[in-house]
């Protein structure tokens, strides 16, 4: 089992849909996190959860909404999305966000959003 | 603010010959620096970081780097590459906002290998 998992693997979603991108760490981290890949861009940070507390919302639309019931895991809800929201969208997480700027950062294999 | 640049966005090269992939940083603080590897519809790995101590770090696949503060660099090498290195390869460093650390990442350099 690997140590972040995310699911679904793909999805494809009308702009008119509501959909959720689900992610689960096995690691016994405390920080989760939610980046965005898109062709020929760096990747974004979108969201920073640091023992369940949102820390970092890096100006992202409010078509995306996160959720973080415990440290565990992580949902990124979708709503009304464009087709330039079509990325792959990846879930990392680390031991603790506000300590130890060298902790690793763990990803999971990403989700790839299809927005039709 | 930290930032990244990765100066080649493709590096093609033969199998078994070296390969170097560039990496400069921005930074006013304390560095550490990060090379993650992502291999097709995969998600990223951590290849090697540099924490403090000996400027050469070595990290999995045979892969190295070396951080050099006076270039504000962190270039990575290989001595001879494989086709299975054939991935794209992010340099990152840690910046500190708010309080909370997080990865700024550069935009990626292609590594193609060919026979």
């Known amino acids: 089992e690997t140590g972040v998992t995310q699911t679904p693997r793909h999805l494809v979603m009308g702009m008119t849909n509501k959909k959720s991108l689900k992610c689960e760490q096995h690691?016994?981290?405390?920080?989760m996190y939610w980046y965005k890949q898109s062709a020929k861009k760096p990747l974004e940070l979108m969201f920073v959860?640091?023992?369940?507390?949102?820390?970092e919302n890096n100006s992202v639309p409010s078509r995306f909404s996160p959720e973080c019931p415990n440290s565990s895991h992580l949902f990124l809800h979708l709503h009304t999305l464009q087709p330039e929201d079509s990325a792959l969208y990846l879930c990392?997480?680390?031991?603790?966000?506000?300590?130890?700027?060298?902790?690793?950062?763990?990803f999971g294999e990403g989700s790839w959003l299809t927005v039709v | 603010a930290q930032s990244v640049t990765q100066l080649d966005s493709q590096v093609p090269v033969f199998e078994e010959a070296p390969v170097e992939l560039r990496c400069n940083y921005s930074s006013s603080v304390s560095v550490y620096l990060f090379w993650y590897v992502q291999y097709p519809n995969q998600g990223l790995q951590l290849l090697l970081k540099?924490?403090?101590?000996?400027?050469l770090v070595k990290g999995i696949n045979g892969f190295e780097a070396e951080f050099n503060k006076s270039q504000t660099s962190f270039h990575l090498r290989k001595p001879s590459v494989h086709i299975s290195d054939t991935a794209e390869y992010f340099c990152a460093v840690s910046a500190r906002s708010g309080g909370y650390n997080k990865l700024i990442f550069g935009a990626g350099t292609r590594l193609a290998v060919h026979p």
């Open positions: 990392a997480s680390s031991q603790d966000a506000g300590r130890g700027a060298g902790n690793t950062i763990y």
């Open positions: 959860y640091n023992f369940k507390e949102q820390t």
């Open positions: 690691l016994g981290h405390n920080a």
């Open positions: 540099y924490l403090s101590g000996s400027t």
